[in-house]
Nanobody, 117 residues
Framework: VQLQASGGGLVQAGGSLRLSCAAS????????MGWFRRAPGKEREFVAAISRSGSVRDYGNFVKGRFSISRDDAKNTVYLQMSSLKPEDTAVYYCSAGSAIRNPAYWGQGTLVTVSS
């Protein structure tokens, strides 16, 4: 499974950004797709995940309703809509996929999100 993330960039605090992750290869082997992030000097952190059917969505505790994950199966793409962004959301965001919701087997390259104050 190959994952291609895009959509990162620079945004002001309070703004919004949408990340995309396009999957290719043996995507049928994955039950979940999602996102993690790593902020400078911090451990990797779970952000969100969504099941193949879209019926299961899981979010990290810090999200608090600000982010929304969705998927377009026709495009094999998962989206992370981020709103009310804060400077502490600054991180490299990584797309992920696998059978376990918070323990993915596949990783994409990161996309940098920078939130300015």
């Amino acid at each position: 499974v190959q994952l291609q993330a895009s959509g990162g960039g620079l945004v002001q605090a309070g703004g919004s950004l949408r990340l995309s992750c396009a999957a290719s290869g043996r995507t049928s082997s994955t039950s979940f797709m999602g996102w993690f992030r790593r902020a400078p000097g911090k451990e990797r952190e779970f952000v969100a995940a969504i099941s193949r059917s879209g019926s299961v969505r899981d979010y990290g505790n810090f999200v608090k309703g600000r982010f929304s994950i969705s998927r377009d199966d026709a495009k094999n793409t998962v989206y992370l809509q981020m709103s009310s962004l804060k400077p502490e959301d600054t991180a490299v965001y990584y797309c992920s996929a696998g059978s376990a919701i918070r323990n993915p087997a596949y990783w994409g390259q990161g996309t940098l999100v920078t939130v300015s104050s």
